[in-house]
C-alpha cells in the first residue's frame, strides 16, 4: 500500500510562487505515475499536471501550462509541483496520487489508484 503526503500548500498573494512536494512513505515511485489534481470549494477535482518517474513524460491542464513545473526529485524519492504566478483561480485542495503505470500520463482521476490527503492552497488577490 502506498501512502502518499502531500507539503508545501499556505497562503500566498497573487504573483507569488509556491512549491509542493508529493512524498511516498513505504515504496518508490520507481514504477508509478504520478499525478497532481486540485479542487476548489463547489467544483469538481480536476487534474493539473503528471510525470512519468521512468520516462520523465509529463502532461499539464492548459489552465497551468507556462507557470506551473513538475519534477521528480531521485534522491528524495519526491515529486514536486513548482508553481509561479499564482492566481487566486488556483486557490484549492491540492493532491497527489499515484498509479503504477508507464509511458502515459492519464489526467482522469479515477485512473489513479493511491492519493494524499491534500494540501491546501490560498491565493490572495
Known amino acids: 500500500q502506498v501512502q502518499l503526503v502531500e507539503s508545501g500548500g499556505g497562503l500566498v498573494q497573487a504573483g507569488d510562487s509556491l512549491r509542493l512536494t508529493c512524498a511516498a512513505s513505504g515504496r518508490t515511485f520507481s514504477t508509478y505515475v504520478v499525478g497532481w489534481f486540485r479542487q476548489a470549494p463547489g467544483k469538481e477535482r480536476e487534474f493539473v499536471a503528471g510525470?512519468?518517474?521512468?520516462?520523465?513524460?509529463?502532461r499539464y491542464a492548459d489552465s497551468v501550462k507556462g507557470r506551473f513545473t513538475i519534477a521528480r526529485d531521485n534522491a528524495k524519492n519526491t515529486v514536486n509541483l513548482q508553481m509561479s504566478s499564482l492566481k487566486p483561480e488556483d486557490t484549492a485542495n491540492y493532491y497527489c496520487?499515484?498509479?503504477?503505470?508507464?509511458?502515459?500520463?492519464?489526467?482522469?482521476?479515477?485512473?489513479?489508484?493511491?492519493w494524499g490527503q491534500g494540501t491546501q492552497v490560498t491565493v490572495s488577490s
Open positions: 496520487a499515484v498509479e503504477p503505470l508507464r509511458g502515459y500520463v492519464p489526467t482522469v482521476e479515477n485512473r489513479y489508484a493511491h
Open positions: 510525470i512519468d518517474w521512468n520516462t520523465s513524460i509529463t
